[in-house]
Every structure is written in structure tokens, then in C-alpha cells.
């Protein structure tokens, strides 16, 4: 998958230059957002009054955004509906927002935000907990556009509560020219060569996931902590002589840079950005198997502008308005019908595997099951104990 | 040693000598007495142990003792007033203490003996719960370990590096201290987590530092010293002390210079001439006439560097990992409030040991 | 001081000069690299690695508003906080300096209790009083935490200031005929004032840096520490170097005319 000519990456970083010639590929143009916003006259928070305005926080850099001649989602949805909308790109961990919302769901209080997009496993322990409302599903048709596997999900068997914003993979994401060869397995991060070369996520699941896999535990079904036991122990292993380097959010793409990382654990859509300027950044989904995700919009309960929301992911959810924000932000999208829309836009990204992943890909790719709240506490209790919290 | 003695003419001491005990209550009595009740009625307020009526109950209190209080000192006369005088200018500020700092700390306690109910539950149940301590203990000695053996290290290196600057800052400086000091000063004006991230960067395996001291050849002697892995420093126990060691430095020269400073110089030549030389002049005049501002420095240099988890978290790796940042990842991660809490009391208690006991060893001087 | 007799001794002299010298450069190092890189054009989302130098991140240093305002948080807490401190600082100071009174050590203690606390237990017991008195953790409590461990600080260093001061000029004051009132405000502000002055600047600095504190009751409210703690998972911009930069700039610029002023002051007053 990886090999010079047909390398995904490369090729999806030449439409991604080309998105880019003049803008520039900073982080920077897309915090501009929030200055378009308030000069388009965005309120601040629209949690109050007023059914016409929304507030969304969402993951950073994971919209396209208005630039030179290129109108973004939101400025477009803005037009097309007449809804003023704050778009925040402040939601940049889950375990830290869960506990910054923790005291005001917990005790019944609303929190600001009408929409927030958490991954998938925290969408489970919101909706467990009772602090999620249902999504007005009736008021948006386009939810029928929801890619076949992604209804009814584990984290959300109903599927009442929540809708996909993005989908991903976790893989392994190297540096050829650190490692001097392909790397296609879980194993080459336990490659002695690379000691205290590697990195791994402090995302539980995305790290626990890969190495569960290659132990031959299929993660999409399991719900016991013992499972576990031996991938477990192995990571401690490999912490405690110093194979593991750190353990990183997305900082790893720094690291991966600057050459303390050879290879690490890392998430699909973001090592593209980097590619853009190091071409020898590569990815690769494990043959053992690698891990998807989801991160989905959910409404936090007490979120007041409902009709605003059901607009918006009405709007989110029309292939055409998918297709420009996948051609940004480069991850797989949950509407189904999409890679017709981005083959007008950016034909080159349409027949990529990572977007658009084959039949082949998918078997290789699994989602973590939802855990039980005491099995889940065990879990993040040995891990935090491993990661060196 | 009190502030009364040292301070010359205190305002109210000339007076006792002159005037004859006529009152039949004491205005210092009740001012002191006053203004521990609404620190008292404020704590425990502020930790929750009364609630609903008579948490109003106790507010009112609060307020009908500032009353009380002002209504004395009009009342009285201006000798009273002179007397409740420093009760009433301490009164806000302390009240904001008792109420933002003391009653935390209560609240810490009272969380560190209780047990949550469920995962996420809000509001940890208060059962005496000593488990959380014993939790604390074993899972986290290694943190605790590190914590204070990396600070302690980080001190040691500050006494190193601060002391020859505050010295020849004092004694060599001449006009130019002001400036000196001044720059000493001037990197602290950046933020404290860019500035640390500086390091991480100057740090990094491909930047300047590593890559100079490979060409340098320093490597393996390094390496034997166990400050770089291989060819790393940076995720290092060495990285996270260096850090420490940077970021505390002012924290320890400019108390030893304020020390050094006061010195009469004449001292010190007298000094010379009895000893024969600068060294034993040094060792027995100056160093001793310094150990005030040393001591300070310690303090203020050992006492934050124990909790940091800043250092830790932008230089270090999963097996440095320091008591600083557990507590944070129990509390903001996990979630797990009692045993964050007892973490969080045990450090603190630790240091206050290690500072009664500190200065007994050194003499009670003052701080400031 | 006198200069040594020997060649050892000049070595010696020297050796320790260049240490010092040393230690100063070592001590500057970072800030080489936050206003050098403040001039890199970063090919990426982080601003760690050297690509081109380049003026734009000069031309354009509030390019990046989240983090404008961040810093603008960061400065309207350091300021209201900063003031109600010293309010409140001065006048334990005061009370402390010019009285004695029963309780003094006992208040003293309770006083330098908070600098003797590491920051992370400020921090997380403040925010767990919040979370049991149910107070919603944002603005406010950053403000109410800030003025907290900034009293200590101030009173202490004020009272440091104010040790040596003559109170029996107040005497004289009123000997003259001057009010209680007019005493303090004619004799006694306009002396410490400077030592307050110093305090609350302190006090501003350490406001605008605090980070471990502010992290525990912030809440969702972004203050600049925090702003760059949660970027540098994210991405850097250059912009961060440049605000950096100019607070930095800002600082050594009051410092300076601060020595300046009170340099005129005092060869006005021995003229």
C-alpha cells in the first residue's frame, strides 16, 4: 500500500498542496475561523434565547475553513440557512472535557455548547450517564445518508443519540528515513532497533487496540479486563526498559519531526498534514489489524437550540457539503455517498484506500467494544499506571 | 523571634506604660477573638459542614462581628481604636485567606477520607476512609520518590549555579548591579510553559544541544554519567532535573544576593585581614552572614519544584513520572477525588515536616 | 573590595567571573530561542523545527485570535486580581509592620502558610471546594484563586519593605497637627508606596504565568498558560513566540523606566 508510485500519502499530499499553494498550511488559518465568525456577527455561545443561533465546539482543524477564494461549511451553512453559528475548535481532549463537564452535567446544570463531538467510546459513557439528549433524527433526512455500518453502533444501539462527524484509523505512523524501511506490523514497534524511538497515544483505546490485535484478541467483542491481561503486560514491558519513548495526544506529529519519534502510534488524517512537508512521513494500518474510530456529535442534554442543530447536520449531511469537508480534513467520512461528490472536486482523493477504504481494509480495521463501566474503570486505572500518570 | 521586636517604636507598645487598665475588656482580646470567629464561621461555610439555614446563619454572624468591630472602634476611643486598629486592617485580607485557602484545605481532608459512590459521582461521601492514604501510599511511592529526589536535586544544582552569580553580582558588581539583577530577572518575564518548551526544543534528538555535545565528543562521558541515553537527552531524568534546575534558578540566587548584599563590606575586609586570605574570610564570615538567603532560597526553590508536573510532562518519560502529576491525572483524569486528595495532603504534609524541621536545623529566620 | 596578591588568585578571580558569565548565558538561552523562532516560518502546524526566517509573524502578531484572547484573559485577570491583592496585602502588611498585637505570630503563620504549599494543593483543593459548594469554575474563580496566593506574597514583601521604616515620623506627623488620616496619607503611603509598587508589579508577573493553579479552576475559560499548554498538543504558531516576545519586551520596557524613575527621584531628593 505504501510503495513509491501508489503511496496514498504523496498523492494525497499534492491535492492537498494545491488546496494550499497560497494559503499556507498553517494551523493559524484555521483559527482564523472564529474571526470570520465574528465579523459575520457569530454570537457567543448560543446556549440562551433565540432558537437561531448554535454553538458547536468541535476538535481542532477538522473543518475546512474560509480562505483566499475557498468558502468553508460553516460561512456556506451560515448563508444557506440563515442560522448564526459559533464554531469553537477548543474541544481538544476527551478525558480533560469530560472532566471540565463533569460538574455541570453531574449536577444537572446545561453545559454552553448545543453540539459537541466526542469519540466514540466517551458518546457511550454520556449516553450511560444520562447526559446526552436525542438528536432531533426527524427533522433531518439527510441522516438516511448515515454509511450503512455506522448505524445503530455499539456505543450507540439506538442511534438516537448521536451522528458520526468524522471517522479514522489508528496506525502506525514512521519516519522512513529514521527507520530505513517499510514498517507494516505492530511487531516493528517492539523492533529493538528502535529503542526509545517509539511513541504510543494516551488514547487507550487506539494504543490498547493495536497491541490487543496483534495478540490475536479481537477488541470489536471483548468486554472482559483479562483479555487484555498479556497486551497489558506487554506494554509495561516495553515502558519500563525504555522501547517507549513517551507516551503523546497529537504531539507526536512534532515529535516524528524533529526525529525523537522513529515510528509511533498515530491517527490517519493528521500524519497527511505532516506529510505535506516531509514526504518521508509514512502510514500504515497494521497487518495484525488496526483501529477505527468515530467521533460524533452529540447534544449535551439541556442544549436548547435543537431546530438550529437538526439544520446543521441536515446540511453536514448532503454528500456535496460532506465532500468539501473531507477534501480539507482528509478523514473518512460517515456519509455514504461522498466519494461521488469528491471525484468532481479532487479525483485523486476519491480512489484513496484511507479515505475510501476497500473491503480489504475494512477487515483489517476494528472498532473498540463499548465497555462496561467497571471493566472500562479497570482498563484506564492499569493504563494510567503504565502511561506513567 | 516576633515582628514586634524587631520593629522600632511598634505603635501600640508606648502606650501600656502610660496608660492604667481602666477598661474591663480587652480591645486586642476581642479583636483576635473576633476575627478568628469569622475566620472559623468562614471555614466551615466554605467546606460545607453547615448548610441551607444555618450557613446564612453563619454569614450573618460573619457579618454582625465586622459590625461589632467597627462599632467598637467608634465606640471606644481612640485608644481602642488603636488597639483594634491591626485586627481591623488584617480582617479582609485574612477573611479571604480563611475562606479561599483554609477552607480548601479542609475540604481537601474531608475528600481524602471519603469514598465516591460511583464513577463519576460528583460528591465523594465522607466514611473515614483511610484506604485512600494507604492507595496513595502504594501505588504512588515511586512518584513520591522521584518527586522529591528530582526537587531535591534541582536544589542542589540552583545552590551550585546561583550562589557564584549572586556573589559576584554583590561583591563584584559595582554600579551595574541594578542591571545585573535585572537581567537575571528579565528571562522570567516570558511564560514559565514556553519557556520549557524551549528546552524540549533546544533538547530535541535533531537540535543544537545534543547535536553539539555529539560533535563535541562529550557523549560517552555523559552517557557514563547517566545525564544522556544514547544520544538523547531530552525524555530524560536528566532533561526533567535541568529543567527544574532553570526554571528555579532566580528563586535561589536572588535570596542569597539579597543576603550577600547586606553585608558590610568592612566586615568582610576586616575578615581578610584576620584570615590571611579571601577563601577563609569566605568560609568564615561570608558564607555564614549568607546562610539566611540560602536558606530562603531553598525553600522557595524545593517546595514547588516537589509538585511540578510541568517539567515532567513536556521532558520527561512514562519512568519519571512525579508525584505532581499524578495528582493531576487523579483529579483531572480520573476523576478520582478522595484519592487525589490524599495524595495531594500527603505532599503537603511532607513538605511541612521537611520545613519545621528544616528550620529548626537553620533557625527560625524570617522568610521575607 | 581588595584585589588578590597571587596569579592563583587572579585565575581564581577570573575563573569565577566567566562562571558567572556562564551561568548568565545559560540563563538566557531559552529566550535566544523563543524570539529567534518568533521570526521562523514554519512549514507545518509546529513552530519547532528552523525553516525560513521571515517578518511575517511580526506583520501580522494577532493573526491567531484564540490566542489573542487568551492573553487578554490572561491580562485582565492579572490586573483585577493584581489590585484587589494589593488592596488587601498592604494593609496585612501594615498591620503587621506598624503593630503589635496578640496573635501576631499565630496571624504571621497562617500568612506564610500559602508560599510554603506546593501550587498543585492550592490548586486542587480550591477546585474541590468549588465542586462542593457547586460554583462553576471559570472567570471569578481564576480571579478569587489569583488574589490568593497573590495576599501572602504582597504582604510579605511589602512588610519586608516597610521593616526599617521610622514610625515615629507618624508621631511627629501628629505632633504637628496632622489627622490620623493625614498622617497616613501625607507621611506614611508615600514611603512604602514603592515597596507596594514593587509587590503588586511581582504580583502581576507571577498572575499573568501561573499555570498549575489556574489549570485545576479555570473551568473553560483559556488564559494564556493554558492557551499554550493545550496548543502544543495541537500546533505552535510562530504567534505564540511573537506575543511571548512582546511581554517580554513590555516587562524589561516597565522595569526599566521603573529604575529610571526612581533614579530621577532619588538625585531629586540628595539635590
Known sequence: MNSPNNDPLSRMSLSRRRLFARAGMMGAAGMSLPAILAACGGSSGGGGGGGNSLFFENWPEYIDPSEDDLTGTVERFMAASGVEMNYAETYNDNVEYFAKIQPLLGNGKPIDPDLIAPTSWLVGRLISLGWVDKLPIDLVPNAANLRADLQKPAWDPTGEYSLPWQTGFAGIAYNIEATGRELKSTEDLFDPAFKGKIGMLTEMRDTMGLLMLADGVDISTVSTFDAAATAFDRLEAAKNDGQIRRFTGNDYLNDLSTGNFAACVGWSGDVVQLAVENPNIRFAIPEEGGTSWADAMVMPKGAVNRDAAAKWMDFCYDPVQAAQITAWVQYVSPVAGVQAELEKIDPELAVNPLLFPDDATLARTFSFANLEEGVEAEYDARFSAITGA | ?368 | MSAPSSPLGSVARWGLNLFAVGVMMYLFMPIFWIVGFSFNEPKGKFNFVWQNTTLDNWREPFKDEALTDALLTSLKIASISTLIATVLGSLIALALARYSFKGNAFLDFVLVLPLTTPEIVIGSSLATLFLDQNVTRGFSTVVIAHVMFQISFVALTVRARVRGFDWTLEQAAQDLGASPMRTFWKVTFPLILPGILAASLLSFALSLDDFIITLFNAGSVSTFPLFVNASFKNSFSPQINVLATIVLLASVALMASGTLVSRAKSRRSTR
Request: charged share 10%; proline share 6%.
Open chain 2, 1 to 368: 523571634m516576633t515582628i514586634s521586636e524587631l520593629t522600632p517604636n511598634p505603635v501600640n507598645s508606648r502606650d501600656e506604660s502610660t496608660e492604667p487598665t481602666r477598661r474591663s475588656f480587652d480591645p486586642e482580646r476581642l479583636g483576635l477573638g473576633l476575627l478568628l470567629l469569622t475566620g472559623a464561621l468562614l471555614v466551615v461555610v466554605g467546606t460545607g459542614m453547615v448548610t441551607g439555614v444555618l450557613a446564612t446563619l453563619a454569614l450573618a454572624l460573619t457579618l454582625g462581628t465586622v459590625v461589632a468591630l467597627i462599632g467598637a472602634a467608634i465606640l471606644g476611643g481612640p485608644e481602642v481604636r488603636r488597639k483594634i486598629a491591626p485586627y481591623g486592617l488584617l480582617k479582609p485580607g485574612m477573611l479571604w485567606l480563611a475562606l479561599f485557602y483554609l477552607a480548601p484545605l479542609v475540604t481537601l481532608l474531608r475528600n481524602s477520607l471519603s469514598t465516591l459512590p460511583s464513577r463519576f459521582a460528583v460528591k465523594a461521601d465522607f466514611d473515614w476512609n483511610f484506604g485512600n492514604y494507604s492507595t496513595a501510599f502504594t501505588d504512588f511511592g515511586g512518584q513520591f520518590q522521584r518527586g522529591f529526589g528530582y526537587a531535591a536535586v534541582a536544589t542542589v544544582l540552583t545552590i551550585f549555579l546561583g550562589y557564584p552569580l549572586a556573589y559576584v553580582i554583590a561583591f563584584r558588581g559595582g554600579k551595574y548591579r541594578g542591571l545585573l539583577l535585572g537581567l537575571i530577572i528579565i528571562p522570567f518575564f516570558t511564560s514559565y510553559l514556553i519557556r520549557t518548551i524551549a528546552w524540549q526544543s533546544l533538547l530535541a534528538d535533531t537540535g543544537p544541544i545534543p547535536s553539539v555535545l555529539n560533535d563535541l565528543g562529550f557523549q560517552p562521558i555523559l552517557n557514563a554519567l547517566g545525564i544522556m541515553d544514547g544520544d538523547k537527552i531530552l525524555n530524560t531524568p536528566a532533561a526533567v532535573i535541568g529543567g527544574l534546575t532553570y526554571n528555579f534558578l532566580p528563586f535561589m540566587a536572588l535570596p542569597i544576593y539579597v543576603s550577600l548584599e547586606k553585608i558590610n563590606l568592612n566586615l568582610v575586609d576586616a575578615a581578610k585581614d584576620l584570615y590571611s586570605g579571601s577563601v577563609r574570610a569566605f568560609c568564615k564570615v561570608i558564607f555564614p552572614l549568607s546562610l539566611p538567603g540560602l536558606f530562603a532560597g531553598t525553600l522557595l526553590t524545593f517546595i514547588p519544584a516537589s509538585g511540578d508536573f510541568v517539567n515532567q510532562q513536556y521532558l520527561g518519560n512514562p519512568n519519571t513520572s512525579v508525584i505532581g502529576q499524578s495528582i493531576q491525572n487523579q483529579f483531572l483524569v480520573q476523576n478520582n477525588l478522595p484519592v487525589a486528595s490524599a495524595m495531594s495532603f500527603v505532599l503537603m504534609m511532607i513538605i511541612t515536616v521537611f520545613v519545621i524541621i528544616y528550620s529548626r536545623f537553620f533557625g527560625t529566620d524570617d522568610l521575607a
